[in-house]
């Protein structure tokens, strides 16, 4: 059985040319590869140096992190979730306007805002470059009118 080539696009551009347009993709960092992984119907299309989405849900699997910070060893359990479009469809927003959001299955238990510390739950739009921060390791994940995830009433 041949083992299935899977593409390496620079670009959301070139990753619309691997994903069904307007259906939605889950990324995440691939410690593997050091880049994107998109994954669309149960199946990685594409590996990525960059993507931008729209609509996005910021996904962690409780039982995933759980199991990361029993073993002290990653697996894959977070995820942005959205639909991904040509990043020129981001140039009229304002670059002032957008906030740094990470995740640390060690520190948090959402996605967070780098400065401020709020949990997010989605953003209209992220931008997310696969090459790791020289200064914290991770990918850059930058959104743009975040939406904040609300404490659950007790």
């Known amino acids: 059985m041949m083992k299935r080539t899977i593409p390496h696009a620079k670009n959301s551009r070139e990753i619309l040319q691997h994903v069904v347009a307007d259906k939605p993709v889950r990324v995440y960092r691939n410690l593997h590869k050091n880049c994107i992984s998109v994954k669309q119907l149960g199946l990685v299309r594409?590996?990525?140096?960059n993507v931008v989405m729209q609509n996005c849900k910021f996904i962690v699997s409780k039982a995933g992190q759980q199991r990361v910070r029993n073993e002290k060893r990653k697996n894959v359990h977070a995820y942005i979730e959205g639909i991904v479009v040509d990043a020129r469809s981001?140039?009229?927003l304002l670059p002032f306007a957008w906030d740094e959001i990470y995740y640390?299955?060690?520190k948090t238990d959402?996605?967070?805002v780098r400065h401020g510390g709020q949990e997010v739950e989605?953003?209209?739009?992220?931008?997310?470059?696969?090459?790791p921060c020289p200064y914290r390791g991770g990918p850059s994940v930058i959104g743009f009118n975040l939406k904040m995830r609300q404490?659950?009433?007790v």
């Open 110 to 112: 959402f996605w967070t």
């Open 104 to 106: 640390d299955p060690y």
């Open 122 to 131: 989605g953003a209209e739009w992220i931008d997310l470059d696969g090459k």
């Open 46 to 49: 594409c590996h990525a140096d």
């Open 151 to 153: 404490p659950v009433a």
């Open 90 to 92: 981001t140039d009229e």
